[in-house]
């Protein structure tokens, strides 16, 4: 599936029930209602490790798992997957599946998704010398991510996170602009503006 090796193909359900059983303190009330309602089937579908892909593990990565979740909505909560993680307490690569349309995610200090896509235009291959480059290649493939010269992944992604809040900023800052009738204020506004787009061009 999605070109993963097939030596690395298991199927293991989750069964919810189980989930909360064990962590009742996390799942309870309305965080529990709405993780039944949002999550259908959860299946461990792929684990990629040492002993499947014949890659050395390293200090950081000894495995990753590939976690199927068929949502009963398409319109899921961040927080439900993210959950999920840290419940699990491993570096999975999601495959968060709606009907004939799937997303895939990760999360590495926060959670990276792709868009929806078709089966077909999925494409997981492993690219890595060792467990840790794997990880990582995945990583950039879900978010789709430039990694530029010189840069690691996590400076790469604090960027690109630090980016898109100052483009959000700009964006509210020039709606506010338009809006306001002071002239003075403007002034402000633009004077805050051009502060946050120099910020953006030296980052």
């Known amino acids: 599936m999605f070109k993963l090796p097939k030596t690395t193909n298991i199927k293991k359900i989750i069964f919810k029930n189980k989930i909360f059983d064990k962590y009742r303190d996390e799942l309870k009330g309305k965080k529990k209602e709405k993780f039944d309602r949002e999550i259908g089937r959860i299946i461990i579908i792929n684990e990629i490790s040492e002993k499947t892909i014949k890659l050395p593990k390293t200090q950081e990565i000894s495995s990753i798992f590939v976690i199927k979740i068929e949502l009963k909505t398409r319109d899921y909560t961040d927080s439900n997957i993210v959950l999920i993680?840290?419940?699990?307490?491993?570096?999975?690569?999601?495959?968060?599946?709606?009907?004939?349309?799937?997303?895939?995610?990760?999360?590495?200090?926060?959670?990276?998704?792709?868009?929806?896509k078709k089966e077909?235009?999925?494409?997981?291959?492993?690219?890595?010398?060792?467990?840790?480059?794997?990880?990582?290649?995945?990583?950039?493939?879900?978010?789709?991510?430039?990694?530029?010269?010189?840069?690691?992944?996590?400076?790469?992604?604090?960027?690109?996170?630090?980016?898109?809040?100052l483009e959000k900023e700009i964006q509210r800052l020039n709606s506010r602009k338009r809006n306001e009738k002071q002239i003075n204020k403007k002034f402000e506004i633009r004077d805050q503006i051009l502060k946050l787009k120099d910020e953006l061009e030296k980052l």
């Open 85 to 116: 993680t840290k419940l699990f307490g491993q570096n999975i690569l999601y495959i968060l599946n709606f009907e004939d349309e799937y997303k895939l995610a990760v999360y590495k200090d926060k959670l990276i998704t792709s868009p929806w």
């Open 120 to 165: 077909d235009q999925i494409d997981l291959s492993l690219q890595g010398l060792d467990l840790l480059s794997v990880w990582e290649n995945l990583i950039i493939k879900v978010g789709d991510i430039d990694l530029e010269d010189g840069k690691t992944l996590e400076e790469q992604i604090e960027i690109d996170d630090r980016r898109a809040k």
